[in-house]
Every structure is written in C-alpha cells, then in structure tokens.
C-alpha cells in the first residue's frame, strides 16, 4: 500500500536495487496498493497452469499518462526479470489491472509490476523504470512442480498469454503539466517550467 515515500512499510518492496520514486502523495499521486495472484482454473498455482495476476493501483490525474509493466522469474531467489507486457490504467483513481500466463516449472516464482509515470518499459535495466513517481513491487509465491512423464518435464519457457500486438508509443505534452511544477521538472529535459501564463513548455518552443 502506497509508497515508500509515504505509506508502504519496509519500502520498497522489491527483490533487488529496484527502488521506488521519492515524489507524489498518497492517493494522489502513483501507487500500487495490492497484488494477488491465482490460479485461473481454481486451486493451487501448478506449473504449466494459467495463473491470473491481479494488481490494483492508484492513477494520476486521468490515468492517461501511467502504464504498469508486468514481468514474472521463474527464481525468486536469483530474479531474472522476464517482461510480459504493459497495459494502461482505464481511469484516474484507483483501478484494477490483471493479466494472465503460463506458470514455469519451478518451485518458487516471483512477479513484479512497475507502476511508472511516462517514462518507457524497463528503464535503464530493463525491468526497472526507476522514475521519481513511480512504484514498484515484487510478490514471492510457491509452484507445485509438474510430474515427470513419458514426456519429459514441462518446457522450461512459459507461455504468455497476450492479446495483440503492444500499443503503440505514447505522445506526452509539456502543456498538460502547467498545473504542476513538479511534474514538469521531473519531465525534463523533454519539458520546462516557466510559471506564470506559460506554466510548463515544451524546451525548444517558447
């Protein structure tokens, strides 16, 4: 719940270096409140099994300008971060955003969503945005493993459940950001502030 620049206890609830960012308030600003997972047919999660992750958020403005990354490892222990795929909130204000794939066959399993403002999926480490709003957060499961068969073990890649092709790249405005300094700083060096009648502009533009 929150961040850990407000609310979240022991923040920020990640695996690794991931860090949240330090500006925005609580339940105005971006935030990731909760994440869940389950099986999609009921029961335990089990490896080669859909399972369905579920995460609410808290939006920005109207929503427009936030994404939330998915990315799933099949070791929680030695992360590796695999992306799955982004997806916009439909609102500002909280909302609920889930997304569905295919369990690995391993017996503990962790997924992360990285809840940015702007900015681009997985930053400079890919998998990590790492921006001054947004938020990130980790969730540790266990897998029941598939049996041996005639077969053999189940293929070591999951199969992610998608739908279409990835959106397309987002055009932002300087202008949508006179009402806030602080955005429009943190939008640099694409924005700048210049207060007043101005508010935020694009630099290169008077």
Known sequence: IGKSNNLEPHGSNSLDSCADGMHGSYRRDESIENITISSVGGG???AGTMAKVEVTVHAW????????DFYYARDAAEPVWEFMKSIEPSTGGLNTISHQ????NSTLQ??????????T????TGSCSGMKYDD???????????SPSSEGFLAETPVVQDSGPP?????????????SKDRCNAASPTCSWKGGQHGCYKKGKS
């Open 167 to 179: 959106p397309e790249p987002r055009v932002f405005s300087c202008q949508s950001l006179s009402s």
């Open 101 to 104: 794939y295919s369990l690995p």
């Open 110 to 119: 962790a997924v992360r969503v990285n809840f940015r403002w702007r900015g």
């Open 136 to 146: 990130v957060d980790d969730l540790v499961f266990p897998v029941a493993i598939a």
């Open 61 to 68: 403005n109207d929503g427009t300008e936030d994404t939330a």
């Open 44 to 46: 335990n999660l089990q």
């Open 121 to 124: 999926q997985g930053g400079d």
